[in-house]
């Protein structure tokens, strides 16, 4: 029976980055996916890499940090590879925060003052509310996705779709792979990042759940109306280079259930609209909904867990685009056994015993 030296259970922007940085190092790896690979939190994300203390909580933020540095090569590198662009756009962000909002410690950010903001974005519906620029960059997650979907296929990872893993197998104290519903396949190590899923994945429960956010795309009266992502309170908008506009998202505990809310959407439209009037005639080419994987506090679960073998890098929330560089890089040196340039202890499944 043919073996892998390491199983991944989740086909999403997570696990595929991590398969394809560790065949690099030469492990033959097998990503199992539920459904199909890259369609999940990965294909329904606004992909805005925000790595700042405005969202970001801090024990996360170095990690946010080094994985917001890594993305020019991480994506040049899977543009190669694969052939196909991903869309990394680097304008920043205008935010107009709550009124309430208060600084992060130790940062303060500068208005823009509302002459430049006109000639920042035109289309800006005017209004005085304050606005400051955030440097920040954005990406076209499913776009990210095919190319590494690509590159991990051109460099040989083996994948299987539309089986999910029911358990990690355990023999003698250790891992031996992993069970399906249809089937088994056998390797020494598995690393489960199977998102919102991984709780339902035998023997150990993971405190992971979905949190439903959904979302809706725009087409844009020219490709250039918008170059920076908008962020309001009420939504958020993100453009694309091929004239796309994204307007999100919801958050919402609504368990596995990924239908659109007309009532929703619609409220989302209004908000665009309000926010961009150009956009008034701008067809709606899509809604959807998405489930993140969160977890009680709202941080990731990295590392290693107490089954030898067994590791997991699940729990990304709201931050599994940006996090995929660093994810990949830490879970590496962790499944190699060597020392991650992090330290994970904040991301240990054991903080849940």
């Known amino acids: ?12 922007i997570i696990g595929i980055s991590l398969a394809v940085a560790l065949r690099k190092k030469g ?6 996916e539920r459904g199909e690979p890259g369609r999940e939190a990965s294909h329904a994300a606004g992909g805005m890499l925000v790595d700042c203390l405005l969202e970001t909580p801090a024990s996360l933020q170095a990690l946010a940090t080094a994985s917001a540095q890594m993305y020019p090569e991480f994506a040049h590198e899977l543009e190669i590879e694969s052939g196909m662009k991903v869309d990394l756009r680097d304008y920043g962000s205008i935010v107009f925060p709550h009124l309430d909002r208060e600084d992060p410690p130790g940062i303060t950010f500068a208005s823009i003052p509302a002459h430049h903001l006109a000639e920042l974005e035109p289309a800006l519906a005017p209004n005085n509310q304050p606005a400051f620029f955030l440097k920040e960059r954005s990406v076209d997650p499913r776009a990210l996705t095919a190319a590494a979907l690509k590159t ?3 460099r040989d990872v083996d994948f299987s779709s539309g089986d999910p893993v029911k358990a990690v197998n355990i023999s003698d104290g250790a891992v031996s792979g992993v069970t399906t519903t249809k089937t088994s396949f056998l390797a ?6 199977a998102g919102a899923w991984s709780g339902q994945i035998g023997p150990l429960n993971f405190p992971t759940r979905p949190v439903k956010g959904q979302m809706l795309c725009l087409a844009m009266p020219s490709r250039t109306l918008l170059k920076h992502v908008i962020r309001t309170s009420r939504a958020y908008l993100i453009p694309r280079s091929d004239g796309r506009l994204l307007v999100g998202a919801t958050v919402e505990e609504a368990g596995y259930d990924k239908r659109t809310d007309p009532a929703t959407v619609q409220r989302l439209h209004r908000a665009a609209l309000e926010i961009v009037p150009q956009l008034r005639d701008a067809r709606i080419l899509e809604d959807w909904a ?3 994987p969160g977890t009680p506090d709202a941080l990731p679960i990295l590392g290693a867990t107490s089954i030898p073998g067994y590791y997991v890098a ?3 929330f709201r931050d599994g685009i940006l996090l995929a560089p660093i994810t990949a890089q830490v879970m590496t040196a962790v499944i190699e056994g060597r020392q991650a340039e992090h330290d994970l202890t904040a991301f240990s499944a054991a903080r849940f015993r």
């Open 188 to 193: 020494p190590k598995v690393v489960n990042c």
């Open 152 to 154: 991990a296929k051109n």
């Open 1 to 12: 029976m043919k073996a892998w030296d390491v199983i991944i259970i989740g086909g999403g």
């Open 290 to 292: 998405g489930l993140r």
């Open 27 to 32: 492990a033959k790896i097998l990503v199992i």
């Open 314 to 316: 699940t729990g990304h």
